[in-house]
């Protein structure tokens, strides 16, 4: 692309150097990803600067800079602009020729239930036209999924996919939107329709100051929605049941449409049973009332299922094709996912990775377990160490044993994780183990399950692999817990 029609929308920019007959190859904010004839993006990151790097990048061919200071000694053009992450987005945007002005764009946002919510809004809406996914565990285009590094992808790759996705004849794109994307101006330049609010509980306290912080982040989802006008409507889905519900009602400049279990609200959930195979429950809708009784349990999947039926509601799409939708989805990946080698115990694989969403899993599952829950849990390191306790705090008072072990430890050692999260756990009396190596501590809670028992291993969910000291080793909660009991069987038999 001609590089002065490229930043043709970048406000307040300095330009040294001569951008005359200069074309783009492509955008990289990386500078070991750079390909000659690219122009690299300087971003000032929270470890280290990308403005130390463009020597290299000029080295490799790159044809020109943004960045927010001018940088000696270089032979390229460079742009200066003052903030290069919202020039990133705007770049990428313009490169990929608005990708999110030719579909139906759906956010939504959260602490938990994020990916469920989006799953099955993909499910809803595939009832009638090709549909992408952006999220944790995977970016789905149609049927063909490729692989995710973050639950957002920065602002370039985004618009990237939303490219191919509008390419391959895709209508709408259902996208999980992170705080960090939100206040990273990842989503800046994102056409959205459609925003969707689940919940809100401590989570990333280690990147937001506080709690007000990270919901204000959450907030800019429902400012950004309806910004850009489409031939559509444009409306917010928001949980009536949440504290924060009038936060992001008055955040939002569209219509709003609410649901919930315990408020008057546009779709409610009424006569609810909870069972371990499923909850069933009565969806009370505009001019309408159907009955749904879903393979997924828990009352937290009551409410993600809520907010899937009022967007294809407000779709148009047959309240008896949503009944249908929904009740075929199987569940979601590492989503209060069962491991079954036959068994006479149960044993569920859940993300469940914050104090809330911890005491939401172990409800439900005491709701119906006849036997005892047995939870085996770690915590994340280098990230939000306020929450440790609480984690603690939240498996002790719900669980009947846990077994405290290593998440995904990082730079940080796991013992020293470990002793963040007991004082949580020590006004309670119920009784924990600490073993730190997650695959022995997997094992144990196998080695301790009675008939009836559940086992709830917590944290990691989809994830398979561990992050420990800068390296990534191959580990899935699902394959690990499935050798034990494999193993276990064929001692028995």
């Given at each position: ?404 072990t290593s998440d995904n430890p990082r730079s940080e050692s796991p013992e020293s994780i470990i002793e963040d999260i007991l004082p949580g756990m020590k006004d309670h009396t119920s009784s924990y183990e600490v073993i730190p190596d997650r695959r022995q501590a997997i094992g144990r809670a196998i080695e301790l399950a009675k008939p009836n028992d559940l086992i709830l291993i917590a944290g990691k969910g989809h994830e398979t692999y561990q992050e420990i000291k800068g390296k990534t080793y191959p580990f899935d909660d699902r394959v690990v817990a499935r050798e034990y009991l494999e193993k276990m ?5």
């Amino acid at each position: 692309m001609n590089l002065k029609r490229l930043i043709g929308n970048l406000d307040a920019c300095e330009i040294l150097g001569s951008l005359d007959g200069l074309d783009i190859a492509g955008i990289k904010y990386d500078s070991r990803l750079v390909l000659p004839g690219d122009l690299l993006v300087c971003i000032p990151g929270f470890k280290t600067d990308g403005h130390l790097f463009a020597g290299q990048a000029v080295d490799v061919g790159a044809s020109c800079l943004v960045v927010e200071r001018f940088i000696d000694g270089l032979k390229i053009p460079q742009i200066k602009v003052p903030d290069t992450r919202e020039a990133l987005a705007i770049l990428a945007d313009e490169f990929y020729e608005k990708p999110s002005m030719q579909l139906g764009l759906i956010g939504v946002t959260g602490t938990n239930g994020k990916t469920t919510t989006t799953y099955l809004i993909k499910a809803l809406l595939e009832s009638k036209t090709k549909v992408g996914l952006v999220g944790t565990i995977g970016n789905i285009i149609g049927h063909e999924i490729l692989p995710s590094a973050r639950t957002t992808p920065e602002s370039v790759d985004l618009q990237k996919l939303l490219r191919e996705m509008v390419d391959t004849g895709v209508k709408y794109s259902v996208m999980e939107v992170s705080s960090h994307a939100l206040e990273l101006k990842r989503v800046n330049q994102c056409a959205f329709d459609i925003a969707v609010y689940t919940n809100l509980s401590q989570d990333h306290l280690d990147f937001h100051d506080s709690l007000i912080a990270y919901r204000n982040a959450k907030g800019i989802l429902f400012e950004l929605v309806g910004s850009k006008p489409k031939d559509r409507p444009a409306y917010a889905v928001i949980n009536r049941d949440d504290k924060f519900y009038e936060f992001f009602r008055q955040k939002s400049g569209v219509p709003v449409f609410s649901y919930g279990v315990n408020h008057e609200c546009d779709y409610k959930a009424a006569n609810i049973q909870v069972k371990g195979e499923g909850v069933s429950f009565e969806v009370y809708y505009p001019k309408g009332k159907i009955s749904l009784s879903l393979k997924m349990t828990g009352l937290f999947n009551i409410y993600n299922s809520l907010a899937a039926f009022a967007v294809g509601h407000q779709e148009n799409i047959p309240p008896e094709t949503i009944k249908s939708c929904l009740e075929n989805v199987e569940g979601v990946p590492g989503r209060f996912e069962k491991v079954n080698a036959g068994q006479d115990f149960t044993v569920i694989v859940d993300y469940a990775h914050t104090p809330d969403s911890l005491v939401n899993v172990l409800k439900s599952a005491k709701g119906f377990v006849k036997g005892r829950v047995i939870t085996v849990f770690g915590c994340g390191g280098d990230r939000d160490r306020t929450k440790r306790p609480l984690m603690g705090e939240a498996v002790a008072m719900y669980s009947d044993f846990s077994i405290v072990t290593s998440d995904n430890p990082r730079s940080e050692s796991p013992e020293s994780i470990i002793e963040d999260i007991l004082p949580g756990m020590k006004d309670h009396t119920s009784s924990y183990e600490v073993i730190p190596d997650r695959r022995q501590a997997i094992g144990r809670a196998i080695e301790l399950a009675k008939p009836n028992d559940l086992i709830l291993i917590a944290g990691k969910g989809h994830e398979t692999y561990q992050e420990i000291k800068g390296k990534t080793y191959p580990f899935d909660d699902r394959v690990v817990a499935r050798e034990y009991l494999e193993k276990m069987l064929w001692k028995q038999s």
